[in-house]
């Protein structure tokens, strides 16, 4: 019966995209607006970092009435070229379609590749306001370019698609040249982008798994070396309860699902790509306290550690990844059912985001439907689920 309703899910989520062409919007994509094609309001940052908040948070959907179109994001591709590999391994009916899909979306992804850094990279196709730097539309980084090598990595490894291979080993070149080091001892952090010298620990460990699997396609002794150290400079800042923080050396100290997830994620690529088994205890302790602390009631993903609200599909979706890549397979469909039941259109999208009082029912393509459909489709993979 679960597998039914799973199976349902992401038959109904899956004609959405397609629908969509894979296109939508982003709680991100408020200074699309033609509002900032004035000057006086493009260029003030905190009018454009307020403006983007109140777009992302409000309940209703203000996108149409500040004409913000739907768009085509890089990270939403990758996040489906990853989906669909799974698909393809476990639905020999569907093998001709699913590959289809992965080589237009390849050649979506040459299309939409940032021009002028080293190798191929990618980031988001909007203007984006942080509170601590600002990254122009299509300027890399090595958030979005790490979840997409990732995409290109599994893609190679389960259908031996080589033009994955190329594209894949091909972004060590900016990971490498482009980004900036933050250097402490030894060791070292990514920055998050080639514009800033922000210590955030998830970018790092991406920028580490990518290192880590081009290293284990080349044998290139380099880029263990580096991620290595990269490793090392996110292990000496976890926290003796086994958490880490999202960054260090700012206001951003709180402790996230999704984020401790892509850490996780990317620590046990590491493992097991280089055989570096010295960080087994570290992750060890940080899969102890994400199970302990992410979950209520043995189904309802938490966004942060200490409070239940919000429940956001991105948290979601990668509580269901992590938590089948490490056998807790039973949580990530009990996961994955309350997510379904709670937070699913008759449509097929998902809903943004629960709070205590309301839920924002927008349907954003990167943020919730791409990460579920390949949270759903890598769950269907793991449990054998024929579709």
Known sequence: MNQEILSKSHIKLEKYILNEEYCGYDPYDALTSDLFKFPFIKNNKLFRFSFQQIVRRSPLNLRKILFIKKRLNPVTIGLCIQAYSYMWKISPCNKGFYENEINLLISKLIENQSNGYHGISWGYDFDWEGRYFTVPAYAPTVVTTGIISNALYVNYKITNNQKSFELCKN??????????????????????????????????????????????????????????????????????????????????????????????????????????????????????????????????PKFYDKKLFPIDCTSASQSILTLCRFGEIELATNVALWIIKNMQSKKGFFHYRKSKSYTVKTSFMRWSNAWMFLALSFLLYKTGTNK
């Not at 290192?211 to 996110?234: C, G, I, M, P, W």
């Open 171 to 300: 972004t060590v070149s900016f990971i490498s040249n482009d980004l900036n080091r933050i250097i402490k001892d030894e060791n070292f952090c990514f920055s998050y982008s080639p514009f800033d010298k922000q210590v955030v620990f998830n970018a790092t460990m991406k920028g580490a798994r990518l290192l880590s699997q081009v290293y284990s396609l080349t044998n290139d002794v380099k880029l263990k070396e580096d991620a290595s150290k990269t490793v090392s400079f996110v292990m000496d800042h976890q926290f003796e309860d086994g958490s880490w923080q999202y960054s260090y050396g700012d206001k951003r100290t709180w402790v996230d699902n999704y984020h401790t997830g892509y850490i996780l994620d990317s620590l046990d690529d590491y493992i097991k790509l280089t055989q570096d088994n010295k960080y087994q205890d570290n992750l060890k302790k940080g899969l102890d306290y994400y199970t302990k602390n992410f979950f209520h009631d043995n189904q309802i």
